[in-house]
């Protein structure tokens, strides 16, 4: 089963604008972390924001948070001000329990217009 | 610090030739992981190792070896290069404790199998 679901495989924002990148997740792990991450076209994997299933609060990293809604298992990206150096591809991944079995979702890629 | 480093970045192999993937952290983490990347499906976990002398297997170990002598290498061997093993390749690390500790990613190896 996937465990990882990310709906929108591109998507399109204006320079300046917000935009929410989607993410479900399916664990019966009371403990989990939940990761964002972005890779431009370069290649590398960059680490954007985390979530812990504990927290009580939304994460938030600069221009970047997390709606993290438990109950309906979802881990939203939302991303304040989009840049143009914003445009890559983003992945949602999820670690259950303490291990280090991390599971990421398909990624979804988001092109900033100027 | 380096991080985490990979040699070589690019290869190109013939089906049924052995090669060995080298990744190296200067981190001293304990966790190092390895990933495959395929177009449309994200990152999936091959190998995993939770410190020196330790490892197990992720969701697609078939055709692929790994072992960990020392904290700072994990090497990842691949016994007989099949064309499906054409992919790019990322080791990454993580620190010991709690749910959170962000996987820090290679700049990965971009593998062709002939």
């Known amino acids: 089963a996937q465990k990882i679901t990310q709906t929108q495989p591109g998507m399109f924002v204006q320079e300046k604008e917000a935009v929410t990148l989607d993410c479900t997740y399916d664990t019966s792990d009371p403990s989990y972390g939940l990761f964002w991450y972005k890779q431009p076209s370069s290649g590398e994997m960059i680490f954007l924001i985390y979530?812990?299933?504990?927290?009580?609060q939304n994460a938030t990293e600069g221009r970047y948070s997390l709606n993290f809604q438990k109950a309906r298992k979802s881990a939203n990206l939302v991303i304040s001000a989009s840049q143009l150096g914003d445009s890559a591809m983003y992945f949602c991944a999820m670690r259950e329990g303490y291990g280090q079995n991390f599971v990421f979702g398909p990624g979804t890629r988001l092109s900033v217009l100027p | 610090n380096a991080g985490v480093t990979q040699t070589p970045k690019f290869q190109v192999l013939k089906t049924g030739q052995s090669m060995t993937l080298q990744c190296a952290q200067d981190?001293?983490?304990?966790?190092m992981s390895w990933y495959r990347q395929d177009p449309g499906m994200g990152l999936r976990l091959i190998h995993y190792s939770v410190g020196a002398g330790i490892t197990d297997q992720g969701e697609v170990p078939n055709g692929y070896n790994v072992s960990r002598s020392t904290t700072e290498d994990f090497p990842l061997r691949l016994l007989s290069a099949a064309p499906s093993q054409t992919s790019v390749y990322f080791c990454?690390?993580?620190?010991?404790?709690?749910?959170?500790?962000?996987?820090?990613f290679g700049p990965g190896t971009r593998l062709t199998v002939l």
């Open positions: 981190m001293n983490h304990e966790y």
């Open positions: 990454a690390s993580r620190g010991t404790g709690g749910l959170y500790n962000e996987q820090f």
């Open positions: 979530q812990g299933s504990y927290d009580q």
